[in-house]
């Protein structure tokens, strides 16, 4: 059982993303509250490299966050910079954490295996990149659900491996 509590932030990664219609965000908010995380802000950041890597130190920093998924910006398009970003900035990569998504989700929808994400840590912030749509969101979730609080137990300094 996870000892330490999950302090999360949801950063939408959109160039044409509003607050009024940022579904995957509001589906992710929706999704951390279901497993008793606290969320403590979720913010729309521009699909720019920079923008995307600032955001994620800046928040990765914070002493009220353990936590930050990422939805958007995972595919093939120029201006999907989110992994690059993602890889930039983390300390250590956890990739059977995307690889367990990319897998799960394949097998209902062939196109998630061209999703890029990437999850690793910074510092004591587990950071887990999502793809942009709302359904894709709640599957990739589903599929990274159980592992949530050990993992932040074990960044945290708690926890045994298993």
Do not use: W, Y
Not at 3 to 15: E, G, H, Y
Not at 27 to 37: F, H, N, R, W
Not at 129 to 157: Q, R, W
Request: net charge negative; with cysteine.
């Amino acid at each position: 059982m996870a000892q330490t509590p999950i302090k999360a932030l949801v950063i939408s990664i959109s160039d044409t993303r509003h607050e009024n219609d940022d579904v995957s965000g509001v589906t992710l908010i929706g999704l951390l509250l279901g497993i008793k995380a606290e969320v403590h802000e979720k913010l729309i950041v521009s699909d720019d490299l920079n923008d995307i890597k600032d955001a994620l130190i800046r928040n990765s920093d914070r002493d009220d966050v353990n936590l930050i998924i990422t939805t958007g910006g995972t595919g093939f398009s120029p201006r999907d910079n989110t992994p690059e970003a993602t890889l930039a900035v983390i300390d250590r990569e956890a990739p059977g954490l995307a690889e367990a998504m990319r897998r799960e989700t394949a097998a209902k929808a062939p196109m998630a295996m061209l999703s890029r994400a990437v999850c690793g840590s910074r510092g004591r912030v587990l950071i887990i990149n999502m793809p942009g749509s709302p359904k894709a969101v709640s599957e990739c979730f589903e599929v990274v659900k159980p592992v949530l609080g050990h993992a932040v137990d074990l960044l945290a300094g708690r926890g045994k491996h298993s």
